[in-house]
């Protein structure tokens, strides 16, 4: 893990595409300014880690319930 220390009104660049910058220091608190191209997404690992469980989740379906929902469309043929 790289470890920088960056002051107010600076930034971090990464490759050549995506800079952080510094924007408010108060207290413990520090707020980011993340410029990236659009089709890299960028959250909170928080959120991101809900939307990794949400996709899993998706994932895990119950094949018998496609199979139940595919005998309906043949039925409609």
Do not use: C, W
């Amino acid at each position: 893990m790289l470890v920088l220390t960056r002051k107010l009104g600076e930034k971090i660049q990464i490759g050549d595409d995506i800079s952080i910058l510094i924007m408010d220091i108060t207290g413990r608190q520090v707020r980011l300014g993340i410029d990236a191209p659009s089709d890299i997404k960028v959250h909170r690992e928080e959120i991101y880690q809900r939307i990794k469980e949400e996709n899993i989740n998706a994932s895990n379906i119950d094949v018998s319930e496609v199979d139940k929902i595919k005998n309906l469309f043949e039925k409609n043929d």
